[in-house]
């Protein structure tokens, strides 16, 4: 069984490498999806795979890489086609 979830990820998370983190921890688990900025300042994240690997990232997305400061991070079930792999945009 396949789950996906969209993410919108709130605080310092941009100029700090967390989509480039997101990529390489979503790859380590198997999960694929993408991460991308937004104009205000928060980054849009999709992830699809395994149950237990999209929890995984969820949690994750919480700590982020060293730089990064999450105040929130907002999850909701979603219908999106995942692409192939993890990317970044």
Same mark, same amino acid.
């Given at each position: 069984?396949?789950?996906?979830?969209?993410?919108?990820?709130?605080?310092?998370? /941009?100029?700090?490498?967390?989509? *480039?983190?997101?990529? /390489? $921890? *979503?790859?380590?688990?198997?999960?694929?999806?993408?991460?991308?900025?937004?104009?205000?300042?928060?980054? $849009?994240?999709?992830?699809?795979? &395994?149950?237990?690997?999209?929890?995984?990232?969820?949690?994750?997305?919480? /700590?982020?890489? #060293?730089?990064?400061?999450?105040?929130?991070?907002?999850?909701?079930?979603?219908? &999106?086609?995942? #692409? +192939?792999?993890?990317? +970044?945009?």
């Amino acid at each position: 069984m396949s789950l996906c979830e969209k993410c919108i990820v709130h605080g310092r998370v /941009q100029g700090v490498f967390y989509r *480039a983190s997101t990529q /390489q $921890e *979503a790859q380590r688990h198997g999960v694929n999806g993408y991460a991308r900025n937004l104009a205000d300042g928060s980054v $849009e994240v999709l992830l699809c795979g &395994d149950p237990d690997a999209v929890g995984h990232m969820k949690a994750w997305l919480w /700590q982020g890489p #060293p730089s990064a400061h999450v105040s929130e991070v907002v999850c909701h079930l979603c219908d &999106d086609e995942a #692409p +192939t792999g993890f990317v +970044t945009k």
